[in-house]
């Protein structure tokens, strides 16, 4: 008898545990879900050579040197930077 309450005793803490372990990935799962559906800090601009700023995900015309090129806004890790979609820009 004190042997198969002992049985029942390991598996109601390996339930608990299995259960412990199930909310903490689904908490973390949400948590990162709000996280990645947030919406972008308005204080995270690029700004172009003449110091124009743009928020992210907006395109501007870069002019290096002689040539051109059309490019949007993006978050890189934590940096902004400026994401080249084509080369030229639309003219207006």
Do not use: F
């Amino acid at each position: 008898m004190l042997r198969a309450n002992c049985e029942h005793l390991r598996y109601a803490q390996s339930m608990e545990r299995q259960h412990a372990k199930l909310i903490a990935t689904v908490s973390l799962a949400l948590a990162a879900a709000s996280v990645a559906a947030a919406h972008p800090d308005s204080r995270c601009t690029c700004r172009n050579r003449d110091g124009t700023k743009y928020e992210l995900g907006q395109t501007a015309c870069i002019r290096v040197g002689g040539a051109s090129y059309l490019a949007r806004c993006e978050m890189e890790l934590n940096v902004t930077t400026w994401r080249k979609l084509r080369d030229g820009c639309p003219e207006a």
